[in-house]
């Protein structure tokens, strides 16, 4: 069984830059897809990024130029560095993994961009 466990989430100010990280619990993290997703108030959840296992990333436009997705597979821990934030990417942020049919989401980290 994968667990996902999402960390560094917070308050910044707009400008400001944040590191989230995705904790997975379980075997062959290298093997799985992943991705972070986001949700804000009133909104559906959205795609922020994905990375394959072949470390292949896709960048939804909004956040293109000013994230970066990453994973560690020594580490089993997936990243999601933020710069330039704005109030509009105020979310909870989610992790997911996946592998053919198996989908796996974290419970969400709760990013704030406020000043």
């Known amino acids: 069984q994968v667990q996902l466990v999402e960390s560094g989430g917070g308050l910044v100010q707009p400008g400001g830059s944040l590191r989230l990280s995705c904790a997975f619990s379980?075997?062959?993290?290298?093997?799985?897809?992943m991705g972070w997703y986001r949700q804000g108030p009133g909104k559906q959840r959205e795609l922020v990024a994905t990375i394959t296992s072949g470390s292949n990333t896709n960048y939804a436009d909004s956040v293109k130029g000013r994230f970066t997705i990453s994973r560690d597979n020594a580490k089993n821990t997936l990243y999601l560095q933020m710069n330039s934030l704005k109030p509009k990417d105020t979310a909870v942020y989610y992790c997911?993994?996946?592998?053919?049919?198996?989908?796996?989401w974290g419970q969400g980290a709760q990013v704030t961009v406020s000043s």
């Open positions: 997911k993994a996946y592998l053919a049919t198996r989908v796996y």
């Open positions: 379980g075997s062959s993290f290298s093997l799985y897809g």
